[in-house]
Structure formats: C-alpha cells, structure tokens
C-alpha cells in the first residue's frame, strides 16, 4: 500500500490539502493552530476550575486517576481520528470494547491462560473492525448505519457470552495480580497511570502516521476529495478498510486493558462511551466531514475532558449531569470548528435549490 500512497504527495490533491502552496490549505492550517491554542486556554481554564472547587485536585493521586479513568477511552480515540479524518465515523468503538473484554472473561472462566485470551481477543476485535470495513469500504453502505447495526451486535454478542455472570466469579482464580497491577498502581518512578501512557505512546505513533507519512496524507486527501483521491491513484477502500480493522484492535485493547484494570469483567463494560470518544476527537478540532485535524489536538482534548471530568467527580456532581456535561462538549465540538464549513455548505445549497442561480 506504501508504493500506492507514495504519488500523493506531488499530486494537487494532496498539495492542496496537507500544505502545499494551495490556499486553502493555507487557511485550515492556520485555523487549525488556532483552534488547539484555544484548546490550551481551555485546559488551562479548566485545571484552574479544578484547582478552586476541590483542594485535592492539584495532587498526585488526581493525575493518577484521571489517567487510570480516561486513558483507554484515549486509545479508542486514535483510530477514530483517522477514520473520521476520511469522513466515515465508527460508533461501534465502546461495543467492541465491551466484546473484547467478554472475551478474555469468557475464556479465562474456562480455564484458558491469560496471553491466549489475549491474543484471541485481539483476534476478535480485529474480526469485529474487518466486518465495518467491508460494509463501508467495499459493499459501499453508510459508514453511521453499519456501525450503529454493529454496536447492538457486538453488545449482544457480549451478553451471550457471559449473561449476568462477573469473571472472576466467585470460586474462579482471579487475574494474575501482575497484569491487574496496573490499574492500582503508577508505572515505576511516576505518578502517570500504565493506561495514559500506552495511550501517549500510541499518540505519538498515530501522529507520526498522520502528519509525516504519505498515507496520512492520502487520508486528508480521502476525507477532502474521495474522488479526486482515487483519480490520483490513492487506494481509499483498502485504506479505509484497514483503518476499521486497526480501530476494532485499539478497541480490543482498551477492553482488556479496563479488564485487567478493574480485575474483572462484564457484557456491559464501556456501556455507552461511544458517545465520549466522539466528543473527544471532534472537541479536538477534527472535521465532522473530514479532510482536517490533528492528532495534538485530540491529545489535548483528552486531557480538557478527563480533567472536567475528574473535577467534577470530585465535586459530587451526578454523574447524569456529567453527561449532558458530555452532550454539550459534542455539539459545540461539531458547531464551532465546522461553522465556516456548515454554513458554505448552506450556501451552496440554497444557491442550487434559487431559481437561475
């Protein structure tokens, strides 16, 4: 795939889209940076916030937490940044999540190793992400619709394997206390949760793939010009298909990282966070239609929101207003970094349905 992304960088599609003298570019980049300047006034904002309501916020124990509390909500957020940055979205992130770590629970309940289930998991995940891929990229479907379908499927499939049963249930050896260790205590000479940091390396290798290789070039040029993209040569349904399947693997990861985090697993687990993952990475600056984002600002997202989050909690806020907490940092994450291009696209509109326009 390497040498059919390799072109794109001296094609106008992808000049005009990544930087190169086009002006439009010019623009988006531009805007682009001052979007995550705001970002950082907001977290600084909201550390501040953090710091006047609650006298532990400002405390080792707070950092830890928080990392432990977002930190694979983070991960599922990555690969969402590129599929979203090609104007497809998958909204079956928290469900694979929760099938991954039905999984482990499943086969450890039945005496398998730990690494097995793993890397069955992992299998299953990756599974769940291919089935997105082919319904989006090759049979041409609404990438909303099929994972919308996929999230109940996967959710169900996690039922059914294990209904109202917790693993470990009583009477089953627990996880080995090497692995669960890593939700009670920071990694060796910090104060960072093990969760935050696989998320941060992730960041910097998804930011890397984006920002300086030719297929995060391809992707930008997918989400600008789908077209214009596979005029110039650039694989999009491969590409896209390879984005679900990498997102169900994150996702995979993230279930069996909150598995061994809370020790212990149920179907439900991840209940209802697809909804955070798409703040986080629209809040971050990426467009609704693709074409535009970054992955520093979906780090910086990140952390606005696992901070607003953690003030709260320790506010004793209701976690149901913690939600609508949540829904209004989604619709101000996708009206105010895309009102330029929502209200051309009005315009355009209007200007087709005018008589002799």
């Not at 693997?249 to 809370?262: D, E, R, S, Y």
């Amino acid at each position: 795939m390497t040498s059919d992304l390799a072109s794109v960088s001296t094609s106008p599609v992808s000049n005009g889209a990544t930087g190169g003298p086009g002006p439009r570019s010019g623009r988006w980049r531009r805007a682009a940076r001052r979007w995550e300047a705001a970002l950082v006034l907001v977290l600084v904002a909201v550390v501040l916030f953090g710091a006047a309501e609650s006298s532990t916020f400002l405390t080792p124990t707070t950092f830890f937490y928080l990392g432990t509390d977002i930190g694979y909500i983070a991960i599922m957020a990555l690969p969402m940044t590129l599929i979203v940055m090609t104007g497809e979205i998958d909204l079956s992130v928290a469900s694979a999540l929760g099938l991954s770590g039905a999984m482990v629970g499943y086969l450890w309940h039945h005496g398998w190793g730990i690494w097995p289930a793993v890397l069955v998991a992992l299998a299953v995940g990756a599974l769940g992400g291919a089935i997105n891929g082919v319904l989006v990229a090759k049979v041409g479907l609404p990438s909303i619709a099929v994972t919308i379908g996929t999230l109940t499927l996967y959710r169900g499939l996690a039922e059914v394997l294990l209904g109202s049963l917790t693993v470990p249930a009583v009477g089953d050896r627990p996880f080995p206390t090497s692995l669960t260790n890593i939700g009670v205590v920071p990694v060796p000479g910090t104060h960072m949760s093990y969760s935050l940091l696989f998320f941060l390396i992730l960041a910097v290798v998804f930011g890397i793939l984006l920002h300086a290789t030719p297929l995060g070039r391809s992707l930008v040029a997918i989400g600008l010009q789908p077209e214009a993209a596979r005029f110039v040569g650039i694989r999009v349904n491969r590409i896209k298909l390879v984005l679900y399947i990498v997102s169900g693997i994150m996702c995979a990861f993230a279930g069996i990282l909150l598995t061994l985090q809370n020790a212990s697993v149920s179907y439900n687990a991840g209940y209802g966070l697809e909804l955070n993952v798409v703040a986080i990475v629209l809040f971050g600056g990426v467009s609704i239609f693709g074409g535009r984002g970054s992955i520093l600002g979906v780090v910086l997202s990140v952390a606005i929101v696992g901070a607003l989050e953690m003030a709260l909690t320790q506010m004793n806020v209701d976690p149901n207003v913690q939600n609508i907490v949540t829904g209004v940092l989604l619709l101000l994450s996708v009206i105010i970094p895309n009102g330029g291009e929502l209200v051309r696209r009005v315009r355009a509109r209007m200007r087709r349905l005018t008589p002799g326009s």
